[in-house]
């Protein structure tokens, strides 16, 4: 039987390039990851893929999974809800599979209570004029959505002493060859 796996979360203000680090390092075999996917209600953006960026849900199915138990944690960001679907994430850890989430920092911080052992990385940006300009370059959102998520991500880096590693994304690789550092050496005290 294998042994469990790891549960890591990666997460920081949005906009500061999660999913691109992400990205850098989630198919690395010797990793053994597992991306989870979240549940949203946020509409999908061009290229989004349901059931791969997102499960894109309704509200009312949102809330019906969260009230009955079936998230592992949730929050609402600006307007829309983001959920962990539990099941999944426990079946790939039995599976012995590193499950890991991308994910804002109100969830993270309920998996920290609830998943004492869990991996926890912050993303800072190398500084917030830095950030403004990566949510601004999205612009796939109105002028009030961008100033709203500028303004959380400065609450958001408050609790940046809550994790257990904090990585600066300068640059995308670097920050993931000093996370693929991270996951080895937990994969070695996991043994
Ligand atoms: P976006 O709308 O840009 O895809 O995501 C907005 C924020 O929600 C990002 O910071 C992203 O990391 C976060 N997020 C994505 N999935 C989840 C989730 O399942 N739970 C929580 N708490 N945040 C999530």
Known sequence: MSK?????????PSGVGKGTILKEFV????????YSVS????????G???????????REEFERARDHGELLESAEFVGNYYG??????????NQGKNVILEIEVQGCMQVTEKVKDALTI???PPSMEELEKRIR???????????????KAAREMELIGNYKYVVCNDDPKLAADIIRV??????????
């Open 4 to 12: 469990r796996g790891l549960l890591i979360v990666l997460s920081g």
């Open 137 to 151: 370059g999205r612009a796939t959102e109105p002028e009030e959505i961008i100033q709203e998520r500028i303004a």
């Open 122 to 124: 912050f993303i800072v």
């Open 39 to 46: 549940m949203t209600t946020r509409s999908r953006r061009p």
């Open 27 to 34: 198919n690395d075999p010797a990793l053994k990851l597992a």
């Open 84 to 93: 962990t679907p539990l099941k999944e994430v426990e079946k790939l850890r």
């Open 182 to 191: 991270i996951i080895h050496r937990y994969m070695e005290s996991n043994i």
């Open 48 to 58: 989004e893929v349901d059931g791969v960026n997102y499960f894109f849900v309704t």
